[in-house]
């Protein structure tokens, strides 16, 4: 671990993936999903209408942007 600089103590960024690591030992594919379904619930009673809109605006121009450059590149 690169904590040579930390009085011997963890960094924030080592921290979190050791306990990253040590979910995905504790849980299974579903607990992922039902998390997920969970986040998604409480980001839809959060936002409106709107907020859907908007990333689905930059996400769909991305993407268009994405494919005109893999375009010019053949």
């Known amino acids: 671990m690169a904590n040579d600089n930390n009085n011997g103590k963890m960094s924030l960024e080592e921290a979190g993936k050791k306990g990253g690591e040590a979910t995905a030992k504790n849980h299974d594919k579903e607990f992922y999903q039902e998390i997920g379904k969970k986040g998604g619930e409480?980001?839809?009673?959060?936002?409106?209408?709107?907020?859907?809109?908007?990333?689905?605006?930059?996400?769909?121009?991305?993407?268009?942007?994405?494919?005109n450059n893999n375009n010019n590149n053949k």
């Open 42 to 67: 409480a980001t839809a009673k959060s936002h409106g209408k709107e907020f859907y809109e908007e990333i689905g605006q930059k996400g769909g121009e991305a993407r268009a942007e994405q494919s």
